[in-house]
């Protein structure tokens, strides 16, 4: 996804009350990140789960967080996901960068790249994908969730080769 | 000094502080010693209570927010000091219950016998205090009042076969009341 609308993406999602963006940086999500750090609403985390911890601890304080990670550091988060968030029922965004989309991406992110939607449903964690036409109708999907004290996940395909 | 006795000589000094509480043995005591809203029990999710800890000092600085974790805990998150030592929360106390052992599932060894938490801290930008027995403990309690976090305090905990009863409220139900407590 190109570097405008991922910074717009950003700039939408603070403009409608999330107010604390943490995570484990990705190279598919780093106009996003970037746009967070210019505006100091980042907080990078040593690895996924703990950024859950964190926004856990925020959302608690009724302010309202975002956890940004790569798929690969998302099949780290299951457990954290299921015991925590879902068994708390504590309202939260996860943005997942989807690596291994492409067939021919690097080895290391085929396997859970083919398995990331299945992951997905068994989790039940709801999810919609973001892309250059659809971003604000799918953001306001999820803000809605939010609202509704549930948490679900945003997903940006990994959609080219470097 | 046991688990419980400990939990009980922070907790007494406790009035609406905000707790979260790591699973296993630690949540257990803390909810037979003084069960209160204002107690986060997490009764999953191992390791990261310090990271809850830090979510809600962040949040809340006009509070204190006490962590009560065990070694196997904060040695499952040690990223979790490097980040709590860089954005230095003035009102997390980290408190640890080391044990040297996993005793929720058995008594297994940990290996904080082997590296020490308290260096550890010291190097994350912790102002860390020891605490071997009550006394000492006691005395840690008043000295902090006027200690800008974020403060370790590692008390070194006696095995013992003591277990506390299991934690009876619904998750959502502890995290409703505890948001609830926060605002007040």
Known sequence: MKE?????????????GIENFIGVPDSTLKYF???????????????????????????????????????????????????????????????ISWRGYLKNDAPEHIKIGKIQSELLKSLNLKSKILNEQNWTKECLWALNKFKDNECCALIIRRDFLD | MIRKEAVEIISKTLKNQLVVAANGYISRDLFEVSDKPSNFYM?????????????LALKNPKKKIFVFDGDGNILMNLGSLVTIGSLKPKNLVHVIYDNGMHESTGGQPTNSNNVR???????????????????????????????????????????????????????TSIKTRFMKAIRN
Do not use: H, W
Not at chain 2, 138 to 167: A, D, F, H, Q, W
């Open chain 1, 4 to 16: 405008s609308v991922q910074r717009k993406i950003f700039n939408y999602l603070l403009g409608k």
């Open chain 1, 33 to 95: 990140v970037d746009q967070g750090l210019k505006k100091k609403r980042v907080i990078i985390a040593t690895k996924e789960e703990e950024a859950i911890g964190i926004a856990v601890g925020m959302s608690l304080s009724k302010s309202p967080s975002l956890v940004f990670m790569q798929n690969a550091g998302f099949a780290n988060s299951l457990s954290t996901i299921a015991s925590l968030v879902q068994l708390y029922r504590i309202p939260m965004i996860f943005l």
């Open chain 2, 43 to 55: 009764i999953g999710s191992m390791g990261l209570a310090s990271s809850i800890g830090l979510g």
């Open chain 2, 117 to 171: 938490i308290d260096l550890l801290g010291k190097i994350a930008n912790y102002k860390v205090f020891c605490a071997d027995s009550g006394k000492q403990l006691k005395l840690i309690l008043k000295k902090i009042r006027n200690v800008t976090g974020p403060i370790m305090i590692l008390i070194r905990i006696e095995k013992n076969s003591y277990v506390s009863k299991r934690i009876n409220i619904l998750p």
